[in-house]
C-alpha cells in the first residue's frame, strides 16, 4: 500500500485534494431536482447518505473536500470498501496523525442524487467517535462533492435540502437578499465580511464552515486589531480529528454580512497550536459556521462562486454559551430497572379510620432496560461545576429533577446555556458512589 500524508481541518477546513471530473453525482428524475429532509444537531446538518447499499448519517460540511467515514468496526466488510490505499490524516487539535484508509469506485446515494465512483476516506479508530459529542449516530462528513455538482438551497427552518442542476437552476428576485462572491482554495468556500471589535471594524476573509457547531472563530492578530481584550474567559472550543481545541471564548461588538447585523455574536480564538494548518490560507481570518449560518436561509452556488443569504426566523435568536463549565458526551449505555402500571385491587371490607376503602397493591411487574449515560469529558476550570465539586467522568443520573436517560444530550446540554443565575441540580454517580450537586450558572462576560 501506498503511504501517503493528507492534512484535514475538521469542523473548520478539510482535505486538500484536486478533484476527479469524472465522480459527479447526477440526479436520477425527470426534474432533475430534489429535496432532502435534516436534522440539525447543535447548528449541524445532519443528512441520510447510501454508502455501497448502506443507510447511514453524514454531517454536510462545506469546508470538507473528499466524503470521511469513521466510527465503524469492520467497516471494510460492511460497505464492501475497496481499492484502498493507507493514508495519514491531521486535524484540527495537538493530537499526532491518526491512520485511514482511502477507498475509490464506491457508489454514494444523497436522495435521487447518485455518484457511482466516489472516493472516499474511512478511519477504524476506536477512538474517533463524534457521534458521542452529538448524541446521535453520526458516520461521516461530506461535502464538495455534493456542493460542485449541484446549485444547492439550505432552509434551516423547514430542515431541508434542495438539489438542483446548476444548468436550469433559476433565481428568484429576492429584496430581503444579500449575495457575496465566494473565492476558492484547495476546493473551499470563502467570503468576505467585518466585524467589530472593541471599538474598531475588522474586514475577514472567513471560511464558511457547516461542519462547525459554534458561531464565529477568528485567528487572533494584533496587527490587523484580531483581538478578544479583555472580555474574554478560556474555555473548550471543540474536538476535532486530532483531539479538543481550546482557545479564548468572547464577543463581537457586531458581525456584518453587508446590510445584515448580527449585534454581540459570539467568538472564539483558538490557540493557534490548535489550528497551524488552517492559518496556512493567505489572509484567511477564520470561519463563519452553523450557529450564524443558521440564522439564514441559503443558496450555495459554487459553479457560478457565489452564495445567497436571506433572514428566517432564527436570526433574533440570542448568542448564548455555555455558563456551566460542563461538556457532556453519550458514554454508551447501562440497564435501569422500568416499572409497568401497577395493578391495584380494592378490598370493601376493610375499612380505613376515615371509612375508606383499603388499596391493596399487587402484581408489581418491572423490567430492565437500556437506557443512554451521558458522562463529563470537558469541565473548564473555576467553573460553576468545578467549583461545586464536579469532575471528569462523572456520570449524570438526573438534571434539575428529570432523569438524564429521558432526555437527549442536547436537551440536557441547552439546560446549561440558561440565563445567569439560574439554579442547576445534579445527580451523579462517581464509580459506585451517588451524590447530589447545585451550582448557578455565572455569566463570564460583560
Known sequence: MKRLVIFLYFFCGCVAILVAQNNRFIIQNKNETDKIKFKLINNLIIVPVEVNGVELSFILDTGVSKPIIFNLLHGTDTLKIKN?????LRGLG?????EALKSRDNIFKIGDAVSLRQDLYAIFGLNI?????LGVPIHGIIGLDVFRDFVVEINYIHKNIKLFNPDTYKYKKCTKCEQFNLEFYNNKPYLNAEVSLNNKRIPLKLLIDSGGSDSLWLFEDDSLGITSGDNYFRDFLGHGLSGSV?????RADTFFLK????KEANVAFPDSTSIFFAKKVENRNGSIAGNILKRFNIIMDYRNK???????SNFRESFSYNKSGIELAHDG???VREYENENYKFDKNAQTPNNKEVRILFDIKSKMVLKPTYSIVELRENSPAAQAGLLKGDIILSINGKASDNLTLQQIMLMFYGKSGKLIRLKVQRGAVISNYSFRLKSLLK
Open 84 to 88: 484502498t490505499e493507507k493514508i495519514f
Open 246 to 250: 481550546y482557545g479564548k471564548r468572547g
Open 129 to 133: 467517535n463524534f457521534a458521542s459529542r
Open 259 to 262: 446590510s445584515f447585523k448580527l
Open 306 to 312: 457565489l452564495i445567497t443569504l436571506k433572514k428566517n
Open 94 to 98: 495537538e493530537g499526532e496523525p491518526i
Open 333 to 335: 449505555v447501562r440497564f
